[in-house]
C-alpha cells in the first residue's frame, strides 16, 4: 500500500521535508514534549493559544479545564525501542498502554489504509507540572520496524506533525460546559479538527487547530472530557470531513457494545481460575508458566490475557517476552485483598448473567426477568441456596467502597460526640460491614442491625470478629420489625430494589420506630436529573431485570419521604457514584 506524500510547494514554514525526516529523533521529541509539560499551566498556555482570552473569560476557562498533557505520535520499531526511549526521557519504562482508537481511525483516512493494519496504542507515562501537578505525556505509537511498507507514513507524520497538540481535561465534564467551552474556543478562532469516542477508556475527545496568530508552537488543541459526550462530539464534528465515516464509526462503535458480555466473562474466568493469585504485580509470569500454576491450556490462557491486557487488568512483558504481570486494576479480583471485588464479578457474571438475557421479558411485562428464570425472587433463591446466600452478601460488602466516609458524615459524629450512648440502628444491615465499619470508627456507638435470619448469624461472626459484637444487638425480621427507640437508622442499598409502593412502606415503618430526634440515612445512587451519564443509569436497569426495583432522582427520593412524614435535609456525594441522604420526621 503506497501513502501519498505532501507537495513540498505546500509545505508550511519551518516544517522539515519527508526526505529530511533521517534528522528528526523520536526521542527529541519526546524530551521536549515532557520539558514542555514540566513547565506549564493552564492560566499561562491558554493566551497563546488563544490570543484575546482574557480577564474574567479565562478565569472560568482556566478553572473548568486544566493543562493535562502534551500529545505526539511515534514510531518505535519494537517494544524494546520505545521502552529504551522512554528510559532515555526519564519517563516509566513499564506505563501500560491500550489501543487508540481516534488516532488509528485518522491515520487510516490520511493514508487511505485499513485501520486494522495500524496497531497504534497510546499511553500515559506520569509527569509532574511546575507545582508538582500530576501530568502526563501522552504517547501514541505506530510500531514501524525495517523495511516495513509503514515507513512512508512515520515519515510524513514527522514532518507534519499532525497528532502534535496541547490537551486540556475538564474537571467536572457535563453536556452544557462541554459546549459552553466549544463556544468560547470558536469565538477565538479554534477551529474543529476531529475527534472520537474510546470505548476502551470511556473518553470523549474533541479536536482543533489553534488561530494562525497563536503564539504557541503547538497548533492543535484537544478538550478531553471523561465519559460518552458523543452528542456534543457530534455538534464538534458536522460539517467535517470525518462526517462520511460516520457509519463506520458507527458500527465500529457498537461491535465494541456489543462485545460487553466477553468481558463481562473474561473478567470473571480471570478470577475463577485464580489468575490473580498465580500472578506478580511487580513482574512478568511467562505464559506456560501461569498455565502450569493454574491447570490452564497455555495457547487459550494468552488468548485470555491479551484480551484482559486490552482492558488494563493485566500487562504485557515490556520486554516483548511471552509473560504478563497483574495491574492494580487486575489486582482487585485477588480473592484476598481488602474490599476484593471478585464476588461481584462471579456474581455478575453468574444469575445476573444468566437473567439479563431475559432482559426483554423485563421490558415486555415488566415483570423481573430473575423471577421468570428461577421461577421465584431473588431474595428468597439466594435465601435458600448457601453459597449463593453467602456470595451475594460478600458481593454487597464488594462495593464497601461506597460507604467509606460514612462513619465521618456529620450526624453519625454528633450521636457519637453525645453524653449518653447513642445507638445506630442498620436496618437490613447485610453482612454487617457497614455497621462495623461505623462501630469501629466511634467506640462509644452501640449497635442494632436487623436482617433475615441466615445474614444475622454471619454479621454476627463478622462483627465479633472486628472486636465490636459486644456493642451490637442483632434482630432477625423484616422491615416491620424495625427497632424502635434508636438514634441514627440507616437504609443502605434497600430502597432501590423496591417500587415505589414498597419503599412508603419501608420508610413509614421507619419513621414509626424513630423518636422525634432521631435520624436517617439513606445510601443509593441518584438518577442524574440531566440525563447525563451515570452508574446509576445502569443499576436502573438491573434493579428492574432481577429485583423490580428501581434507582431514583433526589427529588423522587424526596417525595417518597413527605409521603411518609419525613423530610429530606441534604444530601451528600460519596464513592463510585452513591450519595447520603439525610431525613428527620417533618414537623407536625
Same mark, same amino acid.
Given at each position: 500500500?503506497?501513502?501519498?506524500?505532501?507537495?513540498? =510547494?505546500?509545505?508550511?514554514?519551518?516544517?522539515?521535508?519527508? !526526505?529530511?525526516?533521517?534528522?528528526?529523533?523520536?526521542?527529541?521529541?519526546? #524530551?521536549?514534549?515532557?520539558? +514542555?509539560? @514540566?513547565?506549564?499551566?493552564?492560566?499561562? $498556555?491558554?493566551? $497563546?493559544?488563544?490570543?484575546?482570552?482574557?480577564?474574567?473569560?479565562?478565569?472560568?476557562?482556566?478553572? %473548568?479545564?486544566?493543562?493535562?498533557?502534551?500529545?505526539?505520535?511515534? +514510531?518505535? =520499531?519494537?517494544?524494546?525501542?520505545?521502552?529504551? %526511549?522512554?528510559?532515555?526521557?526519564?519517563?516509566?519504562?513499564?506505563?501500560?498502554?491500550? /489501543?487508540?482508537?481516534?488516532?488509528?481511525?485518522?491515520?487510516? #483516512?490520511?493514508?487511505?489504509?485499513?485501520?486494522?493494519?495500524?496497531?497504534?496504542?497510546?499511553?500515559?507515562?506520569?509527569?509532574?507540572?511546575?507545582?508538582?501537578?500530576?501530568?502526563?505525556?501522552?504517547?501514541?505509537?505506530?510500531?514501524?520496524?525495517?523495511?516495513?511498507?509503514?515507513?512512508?507514513?512515520?515519515?510524513?507524520? *514527522?514532518?507534519?506533525?499532525?497528532?502534535?497538540?496541547?490537551? +486540556?481535561?475538564?474537571?467536572?465534564?457535563?453536556? $452544557?460546559?462541554?459546549?459552553?467551552?466549544?463556544?468560547?474556543?470558536?469565538?477565538?478562532?479554534?477551529? /474543529?479538527?476531529?475527534?472520537?469516542?474510546?470505548?476502551?477508556?470511556?473518553?470523549?475527545?474533541?479536536?482543533?487547530? &489553534?488561530?494562525?496568530?497563536?503564539?504557541? !508552537?503547538?497548533?492543535?488543541?484537544?478538550?478531553?472530557?471523561?465519559?460518552?459526550?458523543?452528542?456534543?462530539?457530534?455538534?464538534?464534528?458536522?460539517?467535517?470531513?470525518?462526517?462520511?465515516?460516520?457509519?463506520?464509526?458507527?458500527?465500529?462503535?457498537?461491535?465494541?457494545?456489543?462485545?460487553?458480555?466477553?468481558?463481562?466473562?473474561?473478567?470473571?474466568?480471570?478470577?475463577?481460575?485464580?489468575?490473580?493469585?498465580?500472578?506478580?504485580?511487580?513482574?512478568?509470569?511467562? &505464559? *506456560?508458566?501461569?498455565?502450569?500454576?493454574?491447570?490452564?491450556?497455555?495457547?487459550?490462557?494468552? &488468548?485470555?490475557? *491479551?484480551?484482559?491486557?486490552?482492558?488494563?487488568?493485566?500487562?504485557?512483558?515490556?520486554? !516483548?517476552?511471552?509473560?504478563?504481570? $497483574?495491574?492494580?486494576?487486575?489486582?482487585?479480583?485477588?480473592?484476598?485483598?481488602?474490599?476484593?471485588?471478585?464476588?461481584?464479578?462471579?456474581?455478575?457474571?453468574?444469575?445476573?448473567?444468566?437473567?439479563?438475557?431475559?432482559?426483554?421479558?423485563?421490558?415486555?411485562?415488566?415483570? /423481573?426477568?430473575?423471577?421468570?428464570?428461577?421461577?421465584?425472587?431473588?431474595?428468597?433463591?439466594?435465601?435458600?441456596?448457601?453459597?449463593?446466600?453467602?456470595? +451475594?452478601?460478600?458481593?454487597?460488602?464488594?462495593?464497601?467502597?461506597?460507604?467509606?466516609?460514612?462513619?465521618?458524615?456529620?450526624?453519625?459524629?454528633?450521636?457519637?460526640?453525645?453524653?449518653?450512648?447513642? &445507638?445506630?440502628?442498620?436496618?437490613?444491615?447485610?453482612?454487617?460491614?457497614?455497621?462495623?465499619?461505623?462501630?469501629?470508627?466511634?467506640?462509644?456507638?452501640?449497635?442494632?442491625?436487623?436482617?433475615?435470619?441466615?445474614?444475622?448469624?454471619?454479621?454476627? %461472626?463478622?462483627?465479633?470478629?472486628?472486636?465490636?459484637?459486644?456493642?451490637?444487638?442483632?434482630?432477625?425480621?423484616?422491615?416491620?420489625?424495625?427497632?424502635?427507640?434508636?438514634?441514627?437508622?440507616?437504609? =443502605? @442499598?434497600?430502597?432501590?430494589?423496591?417500587?415505589?409502593?414498597?419503599?412508603?412502606?419501608?420508610?413509614?415503618?421507619?419513621?414509626?420506630?424513630?423518636?422525634?430526634?432521631?435520624?436517617?440515612?439513606?445510601?443509593?445512587?441518584?438518577?442524574?436529573?440531566?440525563?447525563? /451519564?451515570?452508574?446509576?443509569?445502569?443499576?436502573?436497569?438491573?434493579?428492574?431485570?432481577?429485583?423490580?426495583?428501581?434507582?431514583?432522582?433526589?427529588?423522587?427520593?424526596?417525595?417518597?419521604?413527605?409521603?411518609?412524614?419525613?423530610?429530606?435535609?441534604?444530601?451528600?456525594?460519596?464513592?463510585?457514584?452513591?450519595?447520603?441522604?439525610?431525613?428527620?420526621?417533618?414537623?407536625?
Amino acid at each position: 500500500m503506497t501513502t501519498t506524500l505532501p507537495d513540498e =510547494s505546500i509545505l508550511p514554514a519551518g516544517a522539515v521535508l519527508p !526526505g529530511e525526516t533521517m534528522f528528526l529523533d523520536d526521542t527529541a521529541r519526546l #524530551r521536549a514534549a515532557t520539558a +514542555f509539560v @514540566r513547565e506549564h499551566d493552564s492560566a499561562t $498556555l491558554l493566551p $497563546l493559544l488563544l490570543p484575546g482570552l482574557c480577564g474574567p473569560e479565562l478565569e472560568s476557562v482556566a478553572a %473548568r479545564c486544566r493543562f493535562a498533557h502534551v500529545g505526539l505520535l511515534l +514510531f518505535p =520499531s519494537d517494544a524494546q525501542d520505545l521502552r529504551g %526511549r522512554l528510559v532515555e526521557c526519564g519517563l516509566a519504562a513499564d506505563t501500560p498502554a491500550q /489501543p487508540s482508537v481516534v488516532v488509528r481511525a485518522r491515520l487510516a #483516512r490520511r493514508h487511505h489504509r485499513d485501520p486494522a493494519e495500524l496497531d497504534v496504542r497510546i499511553l500515559r507515562p506520569r509527569v509532574h507540572g511546575p507545582a508538582g501537578e500530576r501530568r502526563v505525556v501522552e504517547v501514541f505509537t505506530l510500531p514501524v520496524p525495517a523495511d516495513s511498507d509503514l515507513e512512508p507514513i512515520a515519515a510524513h507524520e *514527522r514532518a507534519w506533525g499532525h497528532e502534535a497538540h496541547l490537551a +486540556f481535561e475538564l474537571e467536572h465534564p457535563d453536556p $452544557l460546559a462541554l459546549h459552553g467551552l466549544c463556544a468560547v474556543l470558536a469565538r477565538h478562532g479554534a477551529r /474543529p479538527d476531529g475527534g472520537g469516542y474510546n470505548p476502551h477508556e470511556d473518553g470523549t475527545v474533541l479536536y482543533f487547530t &489553534t488561530p494562525a496568530d497563536a503564539a504557541c !508552537g503547538y497548533r492543535r488543541l484537544e478538550l478531553y472530557a471523561p465519559g460518552d459526550h458523543r452528542g456534543a462530539l457530534a455538534a464538534h464534528l458536522d460539517g467535517l470531513d470525518e462526517r462520511p465515516d460516520s457509519d463506520a464509526r458507527s458500527a465500529e462503535t457498537l461491535l465494541h457494545l456489543l462485545t460487553g458480555a466477553w468481558t463481562t466473562q473474561a473478567l470473571a474466568a480471570f478470577a475463577r481460575l485464580r489468575l490473580p493469585e498465580a500472578m506478580e504485580p511487580g513482574a512478568a509470569v511467562g &505464559t *506456560r508458566e501461569l498455565a502450569r500454576r493454574t491447570g490452564t491450556h497455555p495457547d487459550s490462557l494468552a &488468548t485470555l490475557l *491479551r484480551y484482559l491486557a486490552m482492558l488494563d487488568v493485566v500487562a504485557e512483558d515490556p520486554e !516483548g517476552q511471552d509473560g504478563f504481570r $497483574l495491574t492494580p486494576l487486575g489486582g482487585l479480583l485477588l480473592a484476598d485483598s481488602p474490599d476484593s471485588m471478585r464476588p461481584l464479578a462471579l456474581m455478575y457474571a453468574g444469575p445476573f448473567y444468566r437473567s439479563f438475557a431475559a432482559l426483554d421479558h423485563t421490558v415486555r411485562t415488566g415483570r /423481573p426477568a430473575f423471577d421468570e428464570l428461577f421461577g421465584e425472587n431473588h431474595f428468597d433463591h439466594f435465601a435458600r441456596d448457601p453459597e449463593l446466600a453467602d456470595l +451475594f452478601d460478600r458481593s454487597m460488602a464488594a462495593s464497601s467502597r461506597m460507604f467509606r466516609p460514612l462513619p465521618a458524615h456529620p450526624v453519625i459524629t454528633a450521636a457519637a460526640q453525645a453524653p449518653a450512648p447513642r &445507638t445506630v440502628v442498620d436496618v437490613a444491615g447485610g453482612n454487617g460491614e457497614l455497621l462495623g465499619r461505623i462501630l469501629t470508627a466511634h467506640p462509644t456507638l452501640r449497635g442494632t442491625l436487623l436482617e433475615r435470619p441466615h445474614a444475622v448469624e454471619t454479621a454476627r %461472626r463478622a462483627l465479633d470478629a472486628a472486636g465490636c459484637g459486644a456493642r451490637c444487638d442483632y434482630r432477625s425480621g423484616d422491615f416491620a420489625d424495625v427497632p424502635h427507640g434508636g438514634d441514627v437508622y440507616v437504609l =443502605s @442499598r434497600v430502597l432501590h430494589d423496591w417500587d415505589d409502593d414498597r419503599c412508603r412502606e419501608i420508610l413509614r415503618h421507619c419513621a414509626r420506630a424513630m423518636p422525634a430526634h432521631a435520624d436517617l440515612l439513606i445510601v443509593e445512587r441518584l438518577l442524574p436529573a440531566d440525563g447525563a /451519564p451515570s452508574l446509576a443509569t445502569a443499576w436502573d436497569l438491573h434493579m428492574m431485570c432481577n429485583v423490580g426495583g428501581r434507582e431514583r432522582r433526589a427529588d423522587q427520593y424526596a417525595r417518597l419521604l413527605a409521603d411518609a412524614g419525613l423530610e429530606l435535609l441534604d444530601r451528600t456525594p460519596l464513592p463510585l457514584e452513591a450519595h447520603v441522604l439525610h431525613a428527620r420526621k417533618a414537623p407536625a
